[in-house]
Structures are given as C-alpha cells and as structure tokens.
C-alpha cells in the first residue's frame, strides 16, 4: 500500500481511503518490474500465432492464437480450433504419442497447467495452486513434465511432474531458493529459473537462470532433472527473458534466440555443452521460441518481421524458410461476423481505438490488426484486463455468438461510444459507430502530446514510424515523442535518430521526433526532446558491475549535453509514492531537486508511470521554493508490446504553441509552461486573463484575482480544484454527470506564489487505463513587488533530500576517478547552498 502527500505541501493522505479497484494482472508474481517480465516472458494474447509444437510425425503444428489452441497441416492453409471458452491458452507442448498436448491456460487470475487429449477434445487441470504455471514440457517418454511456477514465495522456480493416464501427480520444484544478496535492478534479489528443456535421455535439463549475474535474465545451465542445487553454467549471454532454449533431439545441440551483437532477437545455435554459438537467422526483427522438429530437419519459430506475430519453418540444413499461414480458420466453437464502421459526424471513415468483449468475456479483434491489452483492471467489473486494437475505420471481425459489447474512444476530445449487439452463430452483423467531438482544441492552438513513448522495447510486435503514426491518429494525438533508450545491452530504436528532425512519416497534423531516455538505476529516468547532433551514449549511468557503474555522468551532467544540442531536458514517470527524505534507510536518490536547483530542469513528468499525486505533491513543493517547472506527461508506452502499458497518449500533455502545428514551436511553449497534463479532463484556466506559464506581477499589498476555469472530460470526475502555493483554495462546482464545469472565481494573492487548476478522481474510471483520472494545468505565477515564493518548510524538505543524496554518493564505490566523485559531490553541494539561500531568505524577510 502506498502512502502519499496530496492536496497540501505537507499533509500525508492514506491511499486506503483512495485506491482504487484496479489491480494488477497476476499480482501473485512477486518479482520487481512487471512490465517488463509480463510481456517478455509471460505469454500474450495475439491475432498472429505464438508458442508453437510439433506433433510427432513432423507433418503439424500446434500454436496458440487468438487466445485458442489451434492445429495446422504443413502446406496446409486451413488451422483447425482445439480449444475454446474458459480463458486464454497458451504455450502448448505435444507428448511423444501424439495424444496429449499440455498448455497454460489464463483465467483472468492465475495460468494453470490442463491437459488436452487430442482424441476426444477434453481438457483437464494438471495444476490447481492459484500461482502462475508456464512453459510445459514433456520428457522425451512422456512420462513428465516440467515446467515453471511461481507456487513457491511467488517466484520463479522449475518443478516437473509425473503425468500418467491423463492425470498429474503432485509438483515438485527441483531448483533451489537462493538470495543472491547482488544488487539487481530490473530482477528479483532471488535467482530466478526459467525455461527448461529436456536431453534426449530423459536425465538432464537445460535452463534459464540468472544466478551469479546482476544483469539480464541469465545463462545456460545445465543439471539433473531431480531436485538438486547442483548446476553448471554452459554458456552465459545476458539474455533478456526471451531465450527459450530448444535441446535437439539427436542431444548435440541447442536452439535458442538471442539479441548478442544485434537490436533484435534472432535464433542461434550451439552445442549442449555450450561452445562458440553462431547465428542461424538474420533481420531487424525478432525470431523467438524455437523448437526442433522431431527428426531435427525443421525448426519451427515465431517472427514479428512483418509487425505482427507470425509463424515460420526454418529446414536444416540451408535455412530454407516457409510461413505457415492460416488463411481458412476452423471453429469448434459458435461464432459469426462482426463488422464495424467508426466515422465522424460528417459521415467519414475516423481512426480510432476498439475494444471489443465476446459473451465469452474474451477479447477480439481483426485477425490482421495489432492486439493490446491493459496491465491492470477491476476484478468486480470484468473478468479479465481490457483488449483494444486501433481501427482506420472499417474492418471485421469473427466473434463468438452471442451479446458482443463494443467500445470506441478517439482521444480525449470525442465522447466514448459503447454498443451491445448480438452476434448469431454463422451470422453477420455490421455496426456503424459515429464518434461525437465533444471539444476541438487544435482549433484555438491547443495540441496534444506524448513526451514519453517507445517504439520496439523487447515487446511481441515489431513498430515502425508508419505504425506509430497510425496510433497517434487513432488516439487523436498531434505529438509523438519517441524516446530512444537500452534495454540492456541493445538499443533497438537508434537507427531512427533523426537529428531533431520529425520523422519522414509525420504530417502537417501528425509529429513523430525521435529524442532520448537517459537511464540510470540511480538518479532517475529523465527525458532529452528535440536533440539535433547525436544520441548520448552510453545510454545509461550506475549500472553496477558494468564499465557505466559510476554515477558519473550524473542527470545534470547528461542534461549539460542534451541542452548543448538545444534539447528540453527532464525528469520522466518520478515517484511511485511520496518520498520520505528523512528515512536514512531506504534513502531518497533522485537528483530532481539538485537539477532543479541548478537550472536544469526543463519540464517534469506530472503524469506519467507513477503515482501522479505523489509525483504532483513534489512538484508543489518545488514551485512553492520558487522554481518553475512546466507540466508536461508521458505514458512510458511500449508501442510494441501487446501488454501495453496504456495506448499512446494515455498520459498526453496539451500545449498552447499555436495556429500551425511545427515541432521547434511546441519546445517552445513547452518550456514556458503553456500547457496542462492530463490522462481524461480537458481543462482551461485563466487567471486576470492569463494563461498557464504567465506570470502576474502586483505592487505591493494584497490584491484579488479573477479565476475562469473550466473542465471537459471523457468520464466522470469527483474533484475540480483551484490549487494555490500547494493548497486547495477553491473547489468548483462539476455538472451533475460529473463531466464538465465552469466557473469564475475570485481568490485573494497575499503573498507571491502560483496557481493551478486540477482535476482528479478517487478512483479509476474506464476507458481511462490509468490508476484514476488526473489533470492538472501549468502555474500561472504571481509575484508581488519582485519578491520571490519562499517556504522554508519545502526548502529544508529538500536540504533533507539533497542530504541523502550526498551520504549516498560518499559511500558510492564505482566511480572511475576521484574527479568524478568530486564532481559529483559538487554538483549536490551547489544544490544545497541554494535550497539553504531560499529557506535563508525567506527567514530574513520575517
């Protein structure tokens, strides 16, 4: 549970009393960072296929697609259904006869094993322990399985099982439970297991594990099939969840897919004692989860060159490859054809976002389109997450028979459409779906934009600036800035730097401008929009036991390089919870508030990948010591990922740089905070007549302001507030749906200072995708006879702060020279004397 600082600069508000219903999808994974474990490794609902198996005369395959299991004759265009209705199905493996195929199957709250007898079409549960069961695998005797489990302390383990006569006999994990006491950033302190795979004799099996290693998700190792710490390493690569090794029937060798001296993960080959491995496939595109056909003639893998999962057969020898593609489905199950039109009032064809439920609570979309879902939802509302896919107006779709419930949203500016409609076994149905404009902002100047948004970050699709363009469109979003940044070693995007320039694809209404995210395990992620000479590189500083484990380069430093080439520099998703300065324990390493205090700091993230009253209640804090910070918001959205954290312009920031859309103009009134941050509620706030970023100066005395504000919003919003040096000072009156306001108010200016408008909800409110609604305006800034905003309260907060960040650096050991530790010493020394010459200030003038 979160603890958070809200509507004053110091008062502590429980979440309890706020949190919403949404939780995350398999909460029971007890492993840090499950954004990236969720869609790497865990499996996903596609329109292509995933996870394929042969059967054992090598005439067939097994995959699952659309959530189903399917099987599909080589040279065949026709994949018949195997499974249907009572969840999501996954990752299957066929036994040795050919009568039984083991696979995952997802409720909606855990991934069980069942077991599927070919024959007859019964599945039965192999497992029933409410934890998250994955990647099965059948002994070349068909007498056990293994698998992976996250049964013990939710982490992930290898068990195997005794399968008999259609039945399982009780799991047994035969990895062992070991605190690596290493300093890991994006993975579990314990060793993790991942992906065995059997030798032909039954004894032994290969495996994923990261023991002995701080980063990626680990070595090949090999060890019995029989609980034992005993393991030897055979081969070490920082592999990144997506290794699945693949042992050789004939026992000399392994298929796997690695990413080693490339963007992208292709398929490798090496001996099962290891060896020099070398590349089979080739691309700038992912080839992922091999498996040898039981001749050792064929591997089959799937690939995403073509944008969506796709399935393919690669002969051995020569490297002949064919797709296997399903252009006839054949359903065990009833269903028809759903065809829908989105268009606006004028009757023409509008992108836009789909979701789409069957009366099988499943989601659906066209077999051809990019499916999404969300990473987190309310279990008393639905029974599984949200799955959405964008639309360019018409396209059809084969649903389950029955009542069908159709979302449509565009943006922020459009009104939601839902419609229910039953869809007859065989039949067809066509629905039209005209979107409303509620509000049209581009017209008075206004245009929305992502400041955080990733192309191709290890995710099942394959995005391209065509693709992303398309997104913004159907998000009805005007700028795409789309970070460059590592994961791990690779940089999958950086080919598309384009020196500040927008990208070929964008259009008079359409930016895409490829930027940078700086990562750093330490100081905090932070953004660098609109370089024009290079990406900074190394990407990413404090990477423990690496050459980058220095906390040299610091976010300042890296900011100096980003301004040089005439960036915008600032800090990305800040604060999951309110920090506690004072906790010399878990101690505070953000350098925000020594940025800040340098000058650095051109923008921050008020909405974006974290807790946005945590993150607005620092940001108070800085304003109120007098620092000007602009709002802006970004999503972190993996535009390839099919659990995406949110569709592009989730978290959209609106800036007023207006008539004409250009880029150079928008950084602009970026930076002079002519903007508001929201993920729903459209607002509009004028103060004297001026507009967020302006600032008012008084004589001295105490004065009054007239405050219009104003709100749109998509869904229903509980709050509507005037906020003013961190306090509510006024609350706006909403209409009685919740969705709209306006009202002048007047507000007395006693002392200099700023004021905001904001809008929030308690809770969580579809389509929205995020924790709960949140928008709030830029400052406008009132200053009275010249003097400064002053709080001596926020400004020890901070000397606190800059405290921690000093003991943290002393004690650091990874720097590469004493100059760089000085360097950085300095850094938060200057930080200091200016947070004590602001509390200092403001004691003399009382």
Known sequence: MRRILFAGAAALLSVSSLSAQREAVLKQINVPHPYYFREMYLPQLTTGPSGAAWMPDGTALVYSMRGSLWRQTLGSTVATQLTAGGGYDYQPDVSPDGRWVAFDRYDGNSVELELLELATGKVAPLTSNHAVNLEPRWSPNGSRLAFVSTSFEGRWHVYTMDVRDGRGAAPQRITTDRDSKL??????????????????????????????????????????????????QIHFEETTWKARPDWSPDGKRVVYSSYVGTQYNQLWLMTSDGGVPFELTYGAFDATSPRWSRDARHIAYISNEGGNTSLWVLDMPGAAKRRVEARTLEFIEPVGALTISVVDESGRPLDARVSVTGADGRSWAPSSALMHADDSFDRGERHFEVGYYHTSGTATLTVPAGATTVQVTRGLEYAVASHTVQVSTNGARSLRVTMRRLVNLPADGWYSGDLHVHMNYGGSYRTVPKQLAFMARAEDLHVIEELIVNKEQRVPDISYFGNGRPDAVSTPTTLIVHGQEFHTSYWGHSGLLGLTKNIILPGYAAYANTPAGSLYPANANVFDLGHAQGALTGYVHPFDEMPNPEDTVSRVSSELPVDVALGKVDYMEILGFSDHRSTAAVWYRLLNCGFRIPAGAGTDAMTNYASLRGPVGMNRVYVHSGAKLDHASYMRAIKAGHTFATNGPLLSLAVNGKEPGDEIAFPLGSHTISVRAAMHSIVPVEHLELVQNGKVVSTVPLSADGKSASATVRVPVERSGWITLRAWSEHATPPVLDIYPFATTSPVYLTIAGIPPRSPDDARFFIDWVERLREGAERHAGYNSAAEKASVLDLIARARAEFEKRAYEIAVSR
């Open 183 to 232: 300093p890991r950033y994006y993975y579990s302190v314990y060793d993790h297991y991942l992906s065995p795979t059997w030798s032909p004799n039954g004894k032994e099996l290969i495996l994923i594990s990261n023991r002995g290693q701080i980063w990626g998700t680990g070595g090949f190792w090999r060890m019995g099939a029989e609980p034992s710490d005993s393991m030897r």
